[in-house]
């Protein structure tokens, strides 16, 4: 099965965010075999639907890995998971069951590394476990044509990636087969987590999606809303 690898970043990013890009983007073309598509979104204000779901659709890959910009995980966990759903075991899968983001002199080291090299092992940060939906996600091409991507109705930082993972755990009916092992997150300065925009639309869309987490036919009924305000 073929595969492709979607990078998602705006147009505005700092010089912070564009330089993670570019180190993440280069190690995915020297440490995998598959074809890197960098999506950069334009306009106001970050929606990672607009970012994503375009190229997505455009891509002629039975395998997507919808990866963050600023994100990696080992080649051994990246492999497993893209594994699991090309062998058709699992209908999506995650790289690492938990996420450790670095502090910025961490980051600073992991950059100067070639990213064709082993990374240093680096430390210092701190570590939680990983959303589902979040950081970087493998999922066959039909599960994703079925869900319908990222919703665009979430505007900033916040809630699209919780709203990803409870639509594929809820249509599939499996939780994500996740590969133990960590998924580094490179520093940059923060955003506010929704971007400063319409933060209680944002939560209550994305309580909409925990709500219908085990409920096919309300995560259908919010699927195909949302596809009709997208149209």
């Known amino acids: 099965m073929s595969v492709t690898v979607i990078i998602a970043a705006h147009a505005d990013d700092d010089a912070h965010?564009?330089?993670?890009?570019?180190w993440v983007t280069d190690?995915?073309?020297?440490?995998?075999?598959w074809p890197v598509q960098v999506s950069i979104q334009q306009g106001d204000?970050?929606?990672k639907a607009e970012a994503v779901n375009p190229t997505a659709a455009d891509v002629d890959a039975d395998v997507l890995v919808i990866a963050d910009a600023d994100s990696y995980a080992s080649v051994a966990g990246m492999t497993a998971a893209v594994t699991a759903v090309t062998d058709k075991r699992a209908p999506?899968?995650?790289?690492?069951?938990?996420?450790?983001?670095?502090?910025?002199?961490?980051t600073e080291a992991v950059?100067?590394?070639a990213p064709s090299t082993d990374v240093p092992s680096v430390v210092t940060?701190?570590?939680?476990?990983l959303l589902a939906g979040g950081g970087i996600v493998v999922v066959r091409r039909d599960v994703w044509n079925d869900v319908g991507g990222f919703d665009p109705r979430f505007h900033g930082w916040g809630g699209?990636?919780?709203?990803?993972g409870c639509a594929l755990r809820s249509l599939t009916g499996r939780y994500a087969h996740k590969v133990g092992g960590t998924l580094w997150h490179l520093w940059h300065p923060p955003a506010?987590?929704?971007?400063?925009?319409?933060p209680d639309d944002n939560a209550a869309l994305a309580s909409r999606y925990r709500h219908a987490k085990f409920d096919p036919a309300e995560m259908r009924d919010i699927i195909n809303e949302r596809q009709a305000a997208w149209h």
């Open 45 to 47: 204000y970050w929606c």
């Open 111 to 113: 950059l100067a590394t």
């Open 192 to 198: 506010p987590s929704n971007g400063g925009l319409l």
């Open 125 to 129: 940060g701190r570590s939680h476990e």
């Open 17 to 22: 965010r564009v330089a993670a890009r570019r």
């Open 92 to 106: 999506w899968a995650m790289p690492a069951a938990s996420v450790h983001r670095l502090d910025q002199r961490s």
């Open 160 to 164: 699209e990636d919780y709203a990803l």
């Open 27 to 33: 190690r995915y073309l020297a440490r995998f075999p």
